[in-house]
Structure formats: C-alpha cells, structure tokens
DNA sequence: CTGTTAGCGCCTTCAT
DNA sequence: ATGAAGGCGCTAACAG
C-alpha cells in the first residue's frame, strides 16, 4: 500500500522507468500498446508519483506563493477566493502566507521570492518598503503586485486600484449631499506594515475637501487600529464633539459598521441625521444597505493570478500595470442635509 | 544569487557537507568553532536550504493538508483562523484544499491521506461517507476530523459539536419564549457533500418540538441551497402562509441574516412579530443582535491542530473524541410571544 | 567531531 | 520507441 514507486510500475509493466514517466508526463514518444499496459498497472497499483521527487527533479516547486495580511478580514478573503478559484484548475499548490507582524511580513517579503519554495509569488496589500527593493528585483520567482505597489517596481506587474481618487469619490458624494463637516474614520496613516490605503484614502478625502472650498478639521479625523470596535470609538468621540460632522467616510465597510454603531448607541439616525460611507464594498455592505466605494475584489485576485501564470509561462513578458476600476454605490446610508 | 546550495557553503568554509547539514539542523556533534565559521558562510551566502530536496530526503513533505468546503464561508474562516493560527510557529506549511464540488471532494478525500503531499490532514466540515473508510482506515498521514464525523472512524481523533444538541436547544429557546410555530430554515438536509449540520439541527429542532407537544409543520421546514439569498427566500414564503411561524430557526446566521431580511421587507418587526435565531455566532451576529447558538469556530481548529501535531509526534496515540460545547446566546432578535 | 557515501523518487539526456 | 544512467540538493549512516 505505502506509496508505490515509478520503479514498482515499471517492473510490473516490464518496461524500463524512463516509459513509465514519460507516460506520466504525457510524453508522445511511446508506443499506445505500451502507454496502454503501463497506465494499466498504474491505476492497479493506485500509483501517484511522489511530489517532493518530482519538484527536485524539476527544479520547480509546483506551488504559487500569496503573502497576504490578516487573511481573515473579508477584503482579503474577497482577494483570496478569486486567486484560489482561479488557481484551483492549475497545477500549482496555493500556499497562503498570512502576515500579522511585521517580522512575519519580513521573512516572507525576503524569502519567498527565491522561488525555493514557490515558482511564483503574489504580495496582497504589502507595499514593498524601499529596503525591500533588492529582493523583489533580483527574484528568481515573479512576483506580482495585488493592491500594493512601489515606484521602483515598474519591473513587475501589479494589479491596483486608484485609493486616492477612491477617497475622492467617496468624499464628493458627501460634498455633493451637501455636507460640509465631513469626518474620517480610519486605520493609522503611519503603519509598520506599510499600508497605503487608508493613508491613500485620506489624500483624496483632502483633495476633495479642499477643491470645494471646506475646512479640513483634524478634530475630524481619527485613525486607530484596524477594527469595528476601534472604529466605533473614534466616531463616538468625533460625534461628541460639539459641533460635530453630519457625514463620516470610513476606510473601510468593517470600520464603517463601527461607525454605525457609534451612530446607533448614540441615538443619531442614519441618514438622517449623519451619513456614512464605507470602502470596499465587502458581501455585508449590501445586508447593510451601506453607502460604500466598492473596488473588484475578487477580480483582482482573478488578474493577478492570470498575470502570475502567463509570467510563469513565458518569462520574457513585459509587466503590466493596471489599475482596477472603482465604483461609487449608493444606498441608504447616505442623504442629503 | 540563485540559490546556492549546501555544496556551496561547505565548499566556502572548508569543511565537508555533512557538517554543513549538522549546523543546519542543530545537530550537537560539531564544535563550537566549526559551527561559528559554518553558520558566517552562511549567512554571506544568505543561503536558505532546499525545502524540496530536505522534503524527498527526509521522506517528510513538512506539510499540512486543510480540507475544507466553501472556504469562504464566515464559520469556515474562523476554524482556519484557528488552525493557521496554531499552525504558523511550526515547522509546517499549511495547504488549503478548497472543496466546491464533489468531485474535488473526492479527490481530497481519496489522495491527500496517503501522504505524499502532507504529512497530516485535517478534515473540516466534511463528513466521510461509507466509501471513503477504507482510504482513510489505511491512511498513512495522519488525520483528524473537524467538525465531521462517522461511526467507523473512532480510530481518527475528531473534534465534533453536538449539533443536535443545539439545534434542540435554539428551538427549546423559542419554546420557552411561548413561541408555538417555529420554523426551519435551513439548507439541504441531504445532500452530496454529505454535510451533516443541517441535518442534526433539525433532529434537534424535532427533538425539542415532540417534546413540547407542539406540531411539526412541514410547512414550516425550507430547504434550499445555502446562502442569504435563498434563505431569505425560503422565509418570505413561509412568512407569506396564512399562519405564518412566530419564530424561525435558522440553520447558520448567515441564513438567519436572509430571515431578517425577508422579515424586513415583509415589514414584520423582530422580534415583536417574529424571533430570529441563528447559528454560528459568527462575528457578525454580535453587531446585529442575533441570537444564536455559540460554536467554539475558532477553537475547535486550534485543537484539531493540536491533536495532528502530537498524532504527527508520537505516532501511537490513542484517538481522541472531543465534543466542544455549544451555548445560547440571547441577543435581540428573539423575544416572548 | 568531521569528511565521505549512499540513497530519497523522479526526470532527462544519451545511447540503442 | 525504449532502457540505462546521471543528477536535482539534502540527510543520515558510516568510517575515520
């Protein structure tokens, strides 16, 4: 039972090993009789040929590598679940590399793209920092970009989408609602991890606030860690204020439900009374009926994963860069003053 | 820069490659000195060892095989939050097999236990059926079931819940809320992925029912595929009968989300016109005030994880049958007739 | 303590 | 079209 060997087969089938994985690798150089009687034994013997052997043999790892950051926020699983559909029908093994520290973020940023234990790598949402550089250029994996890039990589391809004109347009929609005490809810600008949305996201909210003429008031602006409580906190204190905002853009639908909630505990009615807005548009902003940017998720992962495969095919390939649309969806978190 | 080997750093520091190896797996039988100069090239050299070719030498792949169904779903992430979580300081790799059709199923189910391309697999949610016993009986990884179970299989350590036991104890809830006709919502009691939740829920559901002496209302039962959508479907009949249910049982929150829409759309108030409750407790049922019943999701994987790594330790140990408790969480969306 | 050697299972030339 | 042999990089068992 333990794992027969391409050895085992051959002797079975009488003929030497080199037929018996040419039949395996679909080799056209064996006769059908043969090809015929060796598949035979295979099946009788429930052979499969051992994967370690065969990627050292290969000199390839048959795996595709994703290093993606709290893999569990929707975003990300949005992410994951089109790379791994569109990965599934391949050969490649997907290994995800979930990062929550920096540390974490480190090691995988400097050793997966060896491509010792990946033929390829996607970053979700890591933004290389400068030091990381190096690694990614001189990489013997292709390595492409999801929601992360880095002026310096032009070399590889990456897959974005604009956050700053995302803010923008999330901010305008406020403007144009008619708001002008417009609040921020979101993650540290300034993070260890280097992540650049939120940060992206305010830069359109201060473009946006600043074309229309409005006051940007860091009173109304609060940033904390990632998540619905964290959220919640900062819009309550913003909402306390005495002359508070009448419209929140939170940078992201999670930190948005916070932000509802802040509303609700404190008697505000939304929208009545204060408007939010999310950025994602994760599955349970719909439920919500929240007012959200959404940007394609799930076909990022899709067209990261396409540019992975075609890189691995033919490695002489010009990058791509491109820039995923995004989409203001309105529905009933946001009205007019 | 592309990878050197073993060879490379022997050669360097002028020693033989067994003692290269020794300083790489921490062997005491070399001296200090030599360990010093070993481990200098090494890091010169920034050299990192094969996985592959440590996997086919040691005849270990270093690696865990996940089965998991629909891998996106909330309580599935959670439970591999809970095994990535316990998994990440080890020496292992963690591979995901997502099952979305039978087919895949099988696959999973008949090749990864062999071990070759995992030296343990977990099983999630996916209960075998008759025919994959013999596989599994004669796996040589170990294996440990999560959340699945089959009356043969008692040489397998599995961590299960007493799913009938809850299912028994929502509707007893209602019952004891005064409510009389309860619905089911839930999806495909039979089906081909063989999940077995639905299907204990709703023993539970009869169970707690024939206790109190109340009727069993065929009509009160839907069944469709699973998703919000269709359970929110399911409900809108069922809340359109002429004596529609006073409460709802719902197979998971996320099919109970689809009951409150219905609810909403129907203009019936929760819980004064109708009661909710779910189960999972998945994140979102606390930010909407779902009762439900608790599953330890995250738990129940960091355990399955710990059972594979000592079965993988000390391989003759005796299974173990673990059934995780279940609670009632009383929120806001059940209340007394 | 350390260098050398023999595989691990498969793929791929190279002859035949 | 097919069999034989060499090698992928590493570990472990063996001499020294």
Same mark, same amino acid.
């Given at each position: 039972m333990g794992s027969s060997t391409i050895r085992d087969v051959a002797k079975r089938a009488g003929v030497g090993l080199g037929t018996v994985s040419r039949v395996l690798n679909g080799s056209?150089? #064996?006769s059908p009789a043969t090809r015929q009687r060796v598949m035979q034994v295979i099946a009788e013997l429930n052979f499969i040929p051992n994967p370690s052997a065969r990627r050292l043999s290969l000199g390839k790892t048959l795996t595709i590598a994703v290093i993606v950051p709290f893999f569990t926020r929707p975003a990300m699983i949005e992410r994951l679940r089109g790379i791994e559909h569109s990965l599934v029908e391949s050969e490649y093994d997907l290994i995800i590399y979930n990062v929550e520290t920096v540390q974490r973020r480190d090691e995988c940023l400097h050793e997966l793209p060896r491509g010792e234990r990946a033929d390829g790598v996607m970053v979700v949402s890591l933004s290389p920092r400068d030091a990381d550089i190096p690694q990614l250029l001189c990489a013997s994996a292709p390595v492409v970009l999801i929601d992360a890039n880095h002026?310096?990589?032009?070399?590889l391809s990456r897959v974005i989408v604009d956050d700053v004109q995302g803010g923008c347009m999330a901010t305008q929609h406020l403007i144009e609602l008619g708001h002008e005490r417009i609040g921020y809810v979101s993650?540290?600008?300034?993070?260890p991890f280097n992540f650049t949305s939120s940060r992206d996201r305010y830069k359109g909210y201060y473009q946006a606030m600043q074309n229309a003429g409005l006051e940007i008031n860091p009173q109304y602006h609060g940033q904390s860690d990632h998540s619905r409580s964290e959220a919640r906190r900062l819009a309550a204190e913003m909402l306390a204020l005495?002359? *508070?905002?009448t419209a929140i853009f939170a940078a992201s639908d999670t930190q948005a439900m916070g932000v509802l909630e802040a509303a609700r505990s404190m008697r505000l *009615? #939304?929208?009545?009374?204060l408007s939010v807005i999310g950025y994602d548009?994760?599955?349970i902003a719909e439920y919500l009926g929240l007012t959200t940017i959404r940007q394609l998720l799930y076909e990022s992962g899709q067209r990261g994963v396409e540019l992975l495969l075609r890189a691995l095919g033919e490695s002489s390939l010009e990058p791509v860069f491109e820039v995923m649309p995004t989409e203001l969806v309105v529905r009933k978190t946001t009205a007019a003053r």
């Open positions: 056209p150089m #064996v002026p310096s990589l032009t070399a993650d540290w600008l300034e993070n005495p002359e *508070r905002p *009615r #939304v929208p009545e009374d548009d994760i599955e």
